[in-house]
C-alpha cells in the first residue's frame, strides 16, 4: 500500500465496524463475494449505454455482467424488467419520476416525519423543486397509516404519481389497498422499497408486485449488497421511458464493478440461508423493541413488523435523539436520531431514534442478546452522561460482541 493515510483511516473503519455494535436500520455487512465483486477492475470500464446497445467498444463481457445482473433481479422480485444502473436509491427514485412525470405534475407521498424519505418530493430534494408535492401522514392516535384518509386526500389533490415506502416505518403496508387508491386517483403507484428489499426478496413479508406499477430500490439495507439502486416494473412502455431516464437522462456511464456487486447480492439472496436470515432479522427486532417496552418505553406505532422500529426518547427522558445517538456512540452503540410523527424538536435533533437489526444479524446475533442491548442502552440513557462509567459500558459492548459475532470463514 503506498497510501498509508488512506489505508490505515480504512483498516480503522473496519475496525470500527466490528467493535460497535451496529444499530442503524439502513446499513449491514456485505459478503467477501459482494466486496470482492465491487473491488474489481471492472471499475476500469466504461459502458454508456445498455446490453447489446452501447457506446463504448470491449463491453462483451460487461454485456453479460449487467444482463446477470437484470436476469437475476427479475428472478429475485418476481417482475419483468429491471434497470440495474442507478447509482443509488435517490437516484433511482429520481429516474422514476423523470420517467412518467413533467415539470409541475404532482407527487403524493409521506411525510418525512410520518416516515418518510427525503427524494420522495421534500422541500430539501430536487424532487421537490421539480414538481408540486403533497403529503400525506400517519394517524395521529395510532401512528399507523391511516388509507381511508390517504385515499381521500389522493382525491382531492389527484397527484400523478403515488408513492408509497417509507425509511423510518415500521409496520407493514397494504400495497393492494394502496393500488385501489391510484387507480381512483388515476395516479402512477410507486413502491420505495429501500429499507425492505430483503424481506420481500425473501418472502417474509408480502411484496409489492403485482400491485406496483414501478417499485424503486436501494442494493444494500436489509439486501445485503453494494451502495446502489434499483428499478422494477412489469409494464414494457414503462420499462422503455425508465431505460430512457437513466441514461441518458440523468446518469452517464453505469458503475460496472457495482452493478457485479449487486449480481452477487440478487444470487445470494436466492439462497435458504438467506431467507432464514431475514426471518432472524424480524425475531430480532421484534424482541428488542418489546424488552424496550417492557422498560417503558414508547414504541412508535406500538410495534415492529419489520427490521426497524423508532424509540420516543424525549418522552421518556426528555432527552433529544441527537442527544441519545451520542451518548450511546459514546460507548460504542451506533443508532441515528430520527423525527417521530408530530416531532415538536426540530430535525437536527428530533424526539427518537431509528433501531434495526439487519446489520447485527448478519453477524450471527440472536434474540437472548437483542434483550442485553435493550438494557444496556436503557442504562447508557438512563444516566444521561455515560463518561463516568463509560470504560465499564465499553468493555461490556465488546464483551457482547465478542460472544455473539460468527468468525468469518
Known amino acids: 500500500m503506498n497510501d498509508k493515510e488512506l489505508f490505515t483511516l480504512i483498516e480503522a473503519e473496519a475496525s470500527r465496524q466490528l467493535q460497535h455494535l451496529e444499530l442503524i436500520a439502513s446499513e449491514n455487512y456485505v459478503s467477501k463475494d459482494v466486496l470482492k465483486a465491487q473491488g474489481s477492475i471492472l471499475t476500469n470500464k466504461y459502458a454508456e449505454g445498455y446490453p447489446g446497445k452501447r457506446y463504448y467498444g470491449g463491453c462483451e463481457f460487461i454485456d453479460q455482467i449487467e444482463s446477470l445482473a437484470i436476469d437475476r433481479a427479475t428472478k429475485l422480485f418476481g417482475c419483468a424488467f ?10 433511482a427514485n429520481l429516474a422514476a419520476y423523470n420517467a412518467v412525470l413533467k415539470p409541475g405534475d404532482k407527487i403524493l407521498a409521506m411525510s418525512l416525519s410520518s416516515g418518510g424519505h427525503l427524494s420522495h418530493g421534500t422541500n430539501l430534494s430536487l424532487s421537490g423543486k421539480i414538481y408540486q408535492t403533497y403529503f400525506y401522514d ?61 424481506l420481500i426478496a425473501a418472502k417474509v413479508i408480502p411484496s409489492c408486485f403485482p400491485y406496483a406499477d414501478i417499485v424503486t430500490s436501494t442494493t444494500h439495507k436489509t439486501l445485503r449488497g453494494p451502495r446502489g439502486g434499483l428499478i422494477l416494473t412489469n409494464d414494457p412502455l414503462l420499462n422503455a421511458k425508465i431505460n430512457k431516464s437513466v441514461f441518458p437522462g440523468i446518469q452517464g456511464g453505469p458503475l460496472m464493478h457495482v452493478i457485479a456487486a449487486k449480481a452477487v447480492c440478487f444470487k445470494e439472496a436466492m439462497s435458504e440461508g438467506f431467507i432464514n436470515y431475514q426471518k432472524q432479522v424480524i425475531k430480532n ?38 442527544r441519545a445517538e451520542e451518548l450511546l456512540e459514546s460507548v460504542g452503540i451506533t443508532v441515528n436520531k430520527n423525527s417521530i410523527p408530530h416531532d415538536l424538536n426540530k430535525p437536527n435533533l428530533t424526539s427518537g431514534i431509528r433501531i434495526g437489526t439487519p446489520y447485527l444479524t448478519t453477524l450471527g446475533f440472536k434474540e437472548e442478546t437483542m434483550e442485553e442491548i435493550a438494557l444496556l442502552i436503557d442504562e447508557v440513557l438512563k444516566g444521561n452522561d455515560a463518561s463516568f462509567k463509560a470504560p465499564l459500558l465499553i468493555s461490556r459492548v465488546q464483551e457482547i460482541i465478542r460472544n455473539n459475532v460468527l468468525k468469518s470463514e
Open 138 to 198: 400517519v394517524n395521529p392516535q395510532t401512528e399507523i397509516l391511516d388509507y381511508d384518509a390517504l385515499e381521500k386526500m389522493a382525491l382531492e389533490i389527484v397527484p400523478q404519481l403515488l408513492i408509497v415506502g417509507a425509511s423510518a416505518y415500521s409496520r407493514l403496508i397494504d400495497y393492494q389497498r394502496c393500488k385501489e387508491i391510484a387507480v381512483k386517483c388515476g395516479a402512477v403507484l410507486l413502491v420505495d422499497m429501500a429499507h425492505v428489499a430483503g
Open 82 to 91: 429491471a434497470n440495474v444502473q442507478p447509482h443509488s436509491g435517490t437516484e
Open 285 to 322: 427486532a421484534r424482541v428488542l423493541s418489546e424488552k424496550f417496552q417492557e422498560l417503558g418505553y414508547r414504541i412508535i406505532s406500538g410495534k415492529t413488523e419489520n427490521h426497524l422500529f423508532m424509540i420516543d426518547v424525549f418522552a421518556k427522558f426528555n432527552m433529544t435523539g441527537k
